[in-house]
């Protein structure tokens, strides 16, 4: 319940912030909005209907039953135009702990709801029964005012309902009861206005219901219901004066307003969906016409759906029909574009045939290019020369180490026969430590002679703080080392390990230490070594 009050607090104060964008294209918007977040408004509505079955279930009302006969009609009230069979249930059950107070207003007061409930229904016979059985004059004025409001409806559906034979009749008397609101109402009160817009709405007064709607929507007061109702009217009348574009505002309007009240009984999406229908706008028509069809089923409105019924298949069929025509356009587009391909084809053929006649007029274009072809042959070479001499240093370096492994051989042939002085001076004249030295010295001369500026590339991966800078630039160090094997494609850490004489794990340490310091990400800085040039 709470995720469903802020998302409804969101929709309606992100709508309100732009309330005084009144465009129709505004509108659209708004109702996709709000219709996005219908479920959640139903929900806060159905949280609110539990608190008061709760109330209801859990309370004792022995000699309470007014108490009990209130909450009822709140109830009924909830579900007055949300669900008709738990409305009409909740009526019933008010109707009969008012017969059971003995309170004569009180039973004219539920007879009134449930009529309004059996004509939101569609139970127009059944409506005026239930009229015919209340006394007005039982009732307060504002409940003896919402009596003739249902009475005037009653009236006036019928009269828009059947044959126009009794059309006259029934309209006759919807003006009658709207007089008496005018007698006995307040003036300045909603149902008042509302009356005498219905009375004009209903007489094809369209001019005087816009007065009297447009003076309703410039009150502050209005609930979204009465705002909703209003609208609804409006848009209707404007429908009448071919005023289209007036008259989908207003639908809109009313619309969302439904939605912010949860009203499921409702007639504007209807309309505006056949509106829009008949204007040729398919795609939202299917939309206004499939939410009006899921309002009249949740409700139960047998005669909402019965309309419904008679311009759905229409809008339906017509998007079918929209869509088969696309299907057509479509199928129609791939036929033109193969034929296009298709010559697109035939014109490369010409224009490579075209472009081999040129190619005859090149000539010296052609020998540009194959004396430039000529010159990267020569640097190929070179490269070459240089891979044979970094190959060949290598070889010869690997070449000594093994023979220092001969000596160490005949040295232990030496102990074995026992010759210790001779062992002890060919001991001394090799210095294992001092022999890598200089392996590492002239692969450090060699390398920066293939690579002479491998040092300041290398330092321009880092920041100045963590450069390396050297008195002697003629060699390298351990870090610089790794980098330049890896440069010559020495990439395998046991393979650096076994040339600069290290463990697996710490090659592994200075290469993550001297990456972490560069300003580049591992991968970056990887290819930045790699593209470092040679000579």
């Given at each position: 319940?709470?995720r469903s009050f802020i998302l409804i607090i969101f929709v309606l104060v992100s709508?309100?912030?732009?309330?005084?964008?009144?465009?129709?294209?505004?509108?659209?918007?708004?109702?996709?909005r709000y219709l996005e977040a219908k479920d959640s408004i139903d929900q806060v509505?159905?949280?609110?209907?539990?608190?008061?079955?709760?109330?209801?279930?859990?309370?004792?009302?022995?000699?309470?039953?007014?108490?009990?006969?209130?909450?009822?009609?709140?109830?009924?009230?909830?579900?007055?135009?949300?669900?008709?069979?738990?409305?009409?249930?909740?009526?019933?059950?008010?109707?009969?702990?008012?017969?059971?107070?003995?309170?004569?207003?009180?039973?004219?007061?539920?007879?009134?709801?449930?009529?309004?409930?059996?004509?939101?229904?569609?139970?127009?016979?059944?409506?005026?029964?239930?009229?015919?059985?209340?006394?007005?004059?039982?009732?307060?004025?504002?409940?003896?005012?919402?009596?003739?409001?249902?009475?005037?409806?009653?009236?006036?559906?019928?009269?828009?309902?059947?044959?126009?034979?009794?059309?006259?009749?029934?309209?006759?008397?919807?003006?009658?009861?709207?007089?008496?609101?005018?007698?006995?109402?307040?003036?300045?009160?909603?149902?008042?206005?509302?009356?005498?817009?219905?009375?004009?709405?209903?007489?094809?007064?369209?001019?005087?219901?816009?007065?009297?709607?447009t003076g309703l929507l410039s009150r502050k007061d209005l609930s979204a219901h009465?705002?909703?109702?209003?609208?609804?009217?409006?848009?209707?009348?404007?429908?009448?004066?071919?005023?289209?574009?007036?008259?989908?505002?207003?639908?809109?309007?009313?619309?969302?307003?439904?939605?912010?009240?949860?009203?499921?009984?409702?007639?504007?999406?209807?309309?505006?969906?056949?509106?829009?229908?008949?204007?040729?706008?398919?795609?939202?028509?299917?939309?206004?016409?499939?939410?009006?069809?899921?309002?009249?089923?949740?409700?139960?409105?047998?005669?909402?759906?019965?309309?419904?019924?008679?311009?759905?298949?229409?809008?339906?069929?017509?998007?079918?029909?929209?869509?088969?025509?696309?299907?057509?356009?479509?199928?129609?587009?791939?036929?033109?574009?193969?034929?296009?391909?298709?010559?697109?084809?035939?014109?490369?053929?010409?224009?490579?045939?075209?472009?081999?006649?040129?190619?005859?007029?090149?000539?010296?274009?052609?020998?540009?290019?194959?004396?430039?072809?000529?010159?990267?042959?020569?640097?190929?070479?070179?490269?070459?020369?240089?891979?044979?001499?970094?190959?060949?240093?290598?070889?010869?370096?690997?070449?000594?180490?093994?023979?220092?492994?001969?000596?160490?051989?005949?040295?232990?042939?030496?102990?074995?026969?026992?010759?210790?002085?001779?062992?002890?001076?060919?001991?001394?004249?090799?210095?294992?430590?001092?022999?890598?030295?200089?392996?590492?010295?002239?692969?450090?001369?060699?390398?920066?002679?293939?690579?002479?500026?491998?040092?300041?590339?290398?330092?321009?991966?880092?920041?100045?703080?963590?450069?390396?800078?050297?008195?002697?630039?003629?060699?390298?160090?351990?870090?610089?080392?790794?980098?330049?094997?890896?440069?010559?494609?020495?990439?395998?850490?046991?393979?650096?390990?076994?040339?600069?004489?290290?463990?697996?794990?710490?090659?592994?340490?200075?290469?993550?230490?001297?990456?972490?310091?560069?300003?580049?990400?591992?991968?970056?800085?990887?290819?930045?070594?790699?593209?470092?040039?040679?000579?």
């Amino acid at each position: 319940m709470h995720r469903s009050f802020i998302l409804i607090i969101f929709v309606l104060v992100s709508l309100n912030s732009f309330s005084q964008k009144d465009s129709l294209a505004f509108q659209f918007a708004a109702a996709n909005r709000y219709l996005e977040a219908k479920d959640s408004i139903d929900q806060v509505k159905k949280n609110r209907i539990a608190l008061l079955t709760d109330s209801l279930k859990h309370s004792n009302f022995e000699n309470r039953e007014s108490e009990e006969y209130n909450l009822l009609v709140k109830l009924t009230k909830e579900y007055e135009y949300f669900v008709y069979d738990s409305a009409f249930q909740y009526g019933n059950l008010a109707l009969k702990v008012a017969y059971d107070l003995k309170d004569a207003s009180s039973i004219a007061a539920a007879k009134t709801n449930l009529s309004l409930i059996l004509l939101l229904r569609g139970l127009y016979k059944e409506t005026i029964d239930s009229i015919q059985t209340i006394d007005p004059l039982l009732l307060e004025p504002k409940k003896r005012v919402e009596f003739y409001s249902v009475a005037y409806r009653a009236y006036y559906d019928l009269s828009n309902s059947r044959w126009g034979y009794y059309a006259p009749k029934y309209r006759e008397k919807g003006d009658f009861y709207v007089q008496k609101i005018v007698e006995q109402g307040d003036a300045n009160s909603f149902e008042y206005q509302l009356a005498l817009a219905l009375k004009s709405q209903n007489n094809n007064a369209n001019y005087e219901v816009r007065k009297y709607c447009t003076g309703l929507l410039s009150r502050k007061d209005l609930s979204a219901h009465q705002a909703a109702i209003t609208n609804c009217i409006l848009g209707i009348s404007y429908l009448k004066l071919q005023e289209k574009e007036k008259a989908r505002y207003h639908l809109l309007k009313a619309t969302v307003d439904d939605i912010k009240s949860t009203t499921k009984e409702t007639l504007a999406a209807k309309v505006l969906a056949e509106l829009l229908f008949y204007d040729g706008d398919l795609e939202k028509a299917n939309r206004f016409i499939s939410e009006a069809q899921k309002d009249a089923v949740f409700y139960g409105s047998n005669a909402r759906q019965l309309e419904i019924s008679f311009i759905r298949p229409n809008i339906e069929a017509a998007v079918l029909s929209k869509v088969e025509k696309e299907k057509k356009i479509i199928s129609t587009i791939s036929i033109i574009v193969s034929l296009l391909a298709f010559l697109l084809i035939l014109f490369s053929f010409i224009i490579y045939r075209q472009v081999k006649e040129v190619k005859r007029a090149r000539k010296e274009i052609l020998e540009s290019n194959r004396n430039l072809l000529q010159l990267n042959e020569m640097l190929r070479e070179l490269s070459k020369i240089k891979e044979e001499y970094v190959g060949y240093y290598f070889n010869f370096s690997s070449q000594f180490i093994e023979k220092l492994d001969g000596m160490k051989k005949a040295i232990a042939r030496q102990l074995i026969t026992k010759q210790y002085d001779a062992i002890e001076q060919e001991l001394k004249k090799y210095n294992a430590k001092k022999e890598r030295e200089n392996l590492f010295e002239d692969f450090d001369r060699i390398f920066l002679k293939l690579f002479p500026d491998f040092v300041n590339s290398f330092n321009l991966l880092f920041e100045e703080k963590d450069r390396i800078v050297f008195k002697d630039t003629a060699c390298l160090n351990t870090d610089l080392r790794i980098f330049a094997l890896i440069r010559l494609g020495v990439n395998d850490n046991e393979k650096i390990a076994g040339i600069l004489n290290f463990s697996v794990n710490t090659i592994y340490t200075y290469k993550t230490k001297i990456r972490n310091r560069s300003s580049y990400p591992n991968e970056v800085f990887d290819e930045k070594i790699m593209a470092i040039k040679s000579v």
